[in-house]
């Protein structure tokens, strides 16, 4: 059963960094576009970044621009999201999921992870 996992998320005060890291089993990660995901409560998933599986371009939200960094490890078929100069606004459930091509399309994604707490507070 392919599964993708999540970690790294936590509490960190605003400005502080976290490293998200999405892993898979049964499955190789490399001819994937992996996108990352979250989605605050009571709001709607929110497409924050994404890494195409071919060329390794990325792509990254207005509000993370600048910010958070996509980047994938083959060798040890993870990838992961750097997270810096975190916000309040950016506590969410972090999702990484699995696509064929990069895209913000939530519905296009088709593998899914369990998602990790990230809390940005003071």
């Known amino acids: 059963q392919v599964q993708l996992v999540e970690s790294g998320g936590g509490l960190v005060q605003p400005g502080g960094s976290l490293r998200l890291s999405c892993t898979a089993s049964r499955f190789t990660l490399d001819y994937y576009a992996i996108g990352w995901f979250r989605q605050a409560p009571g709001k709607g998933r929110e497409g924050v970044s994404c890494?195409?599986?071919?060329?390794?371009?990325?792509y990254y939200a207005d509000s993370v621009k600048g910010r958070f960094t996509i980047s994938r490890d083959n060798a040890k078929n993870t990838v992961y999201l750097q997270m810096n100069g975190l916000k309040p606004e950016d506590t969410a459930v972090y999702y990484c999921?699995?696509?064929?091509?990069?895209?913000?399309?939530?519905?296009?994604?088709?593998?899914w992870g369990q998602g990790t707490q990230v809390t940005v507070s003071s």
């Open positions: 999921a699995t696509s064929h091509g990069c895209t913000v399309v939530a519905g296009l994604y088709n593998y």
């Open positions: 890494i195409s599986s071919s060329d390794g371009n990325t």
